[in-house]
């Protein structure tokens, strides 16, 4: 299922948050799936159910040129991670 993944990444425990790193970026083994088959050099397209709130984000990510969007009324699944330097 697309969606959308929102990531933080947090410092060590000791440090300030103030370092801390909020990303956002698409989601999906669809996704997923194509980037790297694009990254290889294959050509391939990554068709993705967005809802209308995410459309424009979507067509201006850094995987913009390998979707080919369906938008559907509402928003998007959000998944969100939050990781420190550990990983």
Do not use: Q, W, Y
Request: charged share 20%; hydrophobic share 45%.
């Amino acid at each position: 299922e697309p969606g959308e993944m929102r990531i933080a990444l947090l410092p060590c425990r000791s440090e300030d948050l103030s370092g801390a790193k909020l990303g956002r970026e698409l989601s999906g083994k669809g996704v997923n799936l194509s980037a790297a088959l694009s990254r290889a050099g294959i050509a391939t397209t990554a068709i993705v159910v967005l809802g209308e709130d995410d459309l424009t984000f979507a067509t201006h990510s850094e995987h913009a040129a390998i979707l080919r969007p369906v938008t559907v009324a509402g928003a998007t699944r959000v998944n969100t991670s939050i990781l420190d330097d550990a990983g």
